[in-house]
Nanobody
Framework: EVQFVESGGGLVQTGGSLTLSCVAS????????VGWFRQAPGKVREKIAC????????TYEDSTLVRFTIWDVKSKNTLYLKIEGLQPEDTAVYYC??????????????????WGKGTLITVSS
């Protein structure tokens, strides 16, 4: 069974940083495209960044290019996301997800077939 367990969310003050983890099981991330998405209250889910793990290539949305960093540790079958300079508008549930090809990784994530339950980040002003 394909599963993701996200962790690392929480309450943080404006300007702070967090690193999220996503432990995958039931498959090997090296064979897929994996990535992070988020959904803020009342908003459509949006892509943050993805990795085509086997090729080592990453893609970011233009809005996340500066403050967000995605990487993987294949030996741990785990995906990570570091967010710096957190702002109140970053308040959202953050999800990791899996697709089979690069084009699957686009907002709002309809091409991504497997999802974690998410981890909540709340940024206080």
């Amino acid at each position: 069974e394909v599963q993701f367990v996200e962790s690392g969310g929480g309450l943080v003050q404006t300007g702070g940083s967090l690193t999220l983890s996503c432990v995958a099981s039931g498959f090997t991330i090296e064979n897929y495209v994996v990535g992070w998405f988020r959904q803020a209250p009342g908003k459509v889910r949006e892509k943050i960044a993805c990795i085509t793990v086997g090729k080592g290539t990453t893609t970011y949305e233009d809005s996340t290019l500066v403050r967000f960093t995605i990487w993987d540790v294949k030996s741990k079958n785990t995906l990570y996301l570091k967010i710096e300079g957190l702002q109140p508008e970053d308040t959202a549930v953050y999800y990791c997800a899996r697709g089979t090809q690069h084009s699957d990784c686009a907002s709002p994530g309809v091409g991504m077939r497997s999802w974690g339950k998410g981890t909540l980040i709340t940024v206080s002003s």
